[in-house]
């Protein structure tokens, strides 16, 4: 049971460079989420999806981009890299409904630095 | 002022300690509350969740929320080397609201 894969687990970018960082879960889960951690500030969530072809901004959306074209995939796009954007970033799925929604099952991240 | 605060560590225990990580907050409309568990390198794993206030216990562990302080704790008997990773608190309104996160503290359990 592989719950939730990321790839690539590391990238090293250049300024200006772009990139996608992909999320397949094999739970059937209908919600998924990018988040980005950074020292001293937790989980910030980048963008969201409530379902296949539905996308939604979250609390720090600027530079990114996000695609949900199959229910198990979710894509995470950079299409100018910037040394901002140098992070950990996590995938997460969730069931739909209730109290479940609460309980995110992450994948093992992607380690990022833009140079 | 941040909406969950965490102290970051990091902690270090012996081996058999009790240990106790807390998180505060402000947002009185919080009702879920959930302790994840983030091993190096790693993404975080559900360890813990409650709703509204009162203990609960799994194991080793026990979480406790005091809303009327704003107040939540996770506390870890018997402590062990494998407990070593970072905690972090997390907690939403409601089963339709964003999850906020803290931002984790650092537990080192000492053989």
């Known amino acids: 049971n592989a719950g939730v894969t990321q790839t690539p687990k590391f990238r090293v970018l250049k300024t200006g460079q772009s990139m996608t960082l992909l999320c397949a879960q094999d739970m059937n889960h209908e919600y998924m989420y990018w988040y980005r951690q950074d020292p001293g500030m937790g989980l910030r969530l980048i963008h969201y999806s409530v379902g296949e072809g539905t996308t939604a901004k979250g609390e720090v959306p600027d530079g990114y981009n996000v695609s949900r074209l199959k229910k198990q995939n979710f894509l995470l796009g950079l299409e100018s890299a910037a040394p901002s954007q140098t992070s950990v970033y996590f995938c997460?799925?969730?069931?739909?409904?209730?109290?479940?929604?609460?309980?995110?099952?992450f994948g093992a991240g992607t380690r990022l630095s833009v140079l | 002022q941040k909406e969950v605060e965490q102290d970051p560590g990091p902690l270090s225990v012996p081996e058999g300690a009790i240990v106790s990580l807390n998180c505060t907050y402000s947002?009185?409309?919080?009702?879920?509350f959930m302790w994840y568990r983030q091993y190096s390198r790693k993404g975080p794993e559900l360890l813990m969740y409650t709703y509204s206030s009162g203990n609960k216990e799994d194991g080793r562990f026990t979480a406790q929320v005091d809303k009327s302080s704003k107040y939540i704790s996770l506390f870890i008997r018997d402590s062990q080397p494998s407990d070593s990773a970072t905690y972090l608190c997390?907690?939403?309104?409601?089963?339709?609201?964003?999850?906020?996160f803290g931002s984790g503290t650092r537990l080192s359990i000492r053989p």
């Open positions: 997390a907690m939403s309104e409601s089963s339709a609201s964003k999850i906020i």
């Open positions: 997460a799925s969730t069931e739909a409904g209730g109290w479940a929604k609460n309980i995110q099952y």
């Open positions: 947002n009185s409309a919080f009702q879920y």
